[in-house]
């Protein structure tokens, strides 16, 4: 070989040589400048999941603060709950105790109407004039009637009255009965041999006698009340029963005389 192929020979060997050092440096460089890079972009990960993790701790406590709080509320919520509930029952059973209170009173009440009802008077009234000369007692046209339900207690109260005109020059008393469901009633007066009185009258200075209830003497010798008649106690049984006057002449032993019946009042009243 000539001197000038050796040397171009030794050029090239000494050019490698440098090189390959060279080229060993910048392989480890660039490799190691990559880790470095990949360590850096890690770094930067675990701090935003750090501040990640830490942010979702701070939420964390922050939604058990509130269901703790929630739970305190829920807790109260059910408290208030049960109080209203018990509230509500005493108020319900307040009501209850008024309303049975209120049922009871009105009971009372309506018992008590019912009661007064029974026992308000009933009134009959016949104004025409109708007359007799029958020495016992008949009906006359307009009665006057009353039908009443006696209570328990089976007493009534009755008040009577009639004008009584028996003539110019009187022979004759007019007398009035007091009939229970077409039977005389009991325990009443007995006048000039007649029983079953229950008032009676005559012409006074031949003007027509207004008298009634109770039959006792008045100056006249009638057995009746002058003025506003007064009640007299009669006993019967509880129940409905119809009450009217019938009349009849008493002529004293001589001739049976007409006897006329005007005005005439019935008041009973059923006593408790």
């Known amino acids: 070989m000539s001197r000038r192929g050796v040397v171009i020979v030794l050029s090239a060997v000494i050019a490698v040589a440098i090189a390959i050092p060279a080229l060993a440096d910048s392989g480890t460089t660039a490799k190691t400048a990559s880790v470095k890079g990949l360590t850096v972009r890690a770094l930067a990960k675990a701090k935003a999941a750090l501040r990640i993790g830490r942010t979702a701790k701070r939420e964390v406590h922050k939604a058990v603060t509130a269901a703790?709080?929630?739970?305190?509320?829920?807790?109260?919520?059910?408290?208030?709950?049960?109080?209203?509930?018990?509230?509500?029952?005493?108020?319900?059973?307040?009501?209850?105790?008024?309303?049975?209170?209120?049922?009871?009173?009105?009971?009372?009440?309506?018992?008590?109407?019912?009661?007064?009802?029974?026992?308000?008077?009933?009134?009959?009234?016949?104004?025409?004039?109708?007359?007799?000369?029958?020495?016992?007692?008949?009906?006359?046209?307009?009665?006057?009637?009353?039908?009443?339900?006696?209570?328990?207690?089976?007493?009534?109260?009755?008040w009577g009255q009639a004008l009584i005109d028996a003539g110019a020059e009187p022979n004759a008393d007019g007398v009035v009965s007091l009939y229970e469901d077409g039977h005389q009633a009991e325990g009443q007066a007995d006048c000039a041999g007649i029983e079953g009185v229950l008032f009676s009258g005559a012409s006074v200075a031949g003007e027509p006698e207004l008298v009634g209830t109770p039959a006792g003497l008045n100056f006249a010798g009638a057995c009746s009340s002058l003025g506003a008649p007064g009640p007299v106690l009669f006993r019967t049984t509880n129940g409905e029963h119809t009450f009217e006057l019938r009349y009849a002449s008493c002529s004293c032993g001589g001739e049976a005389e007409s006897v006329t019946f005007s005005q005439r009042r019935l008041v009973v009243a059923p006593l408790p």
């Open 68 to 158: 703790a709080l929630s739970q305190s509320a829920a807790t109260a919520a059910q408290e208030a709950t049960a109080v209203a509930k018990a509230e509500a029952a005493k108020g319900f059973e307040k009501a209850s105790s008024a309303r049975e209170t209120a049922g009871g009173a009105e009971l009372k009440a309506k018992e008590t109407n019912e009661a007064f009802a029974l026992t308000r008077p009933h009134v009959g009234f016949a104004e025409g004039k109708a007359s007799t000369a029958s020495e016992t007692f008949v009906g006359l046209s307009g009665g006057p009637t009353v039908t009443v339900t006696v209570p328990a207690a089976g007493l009534v109260q009755v």
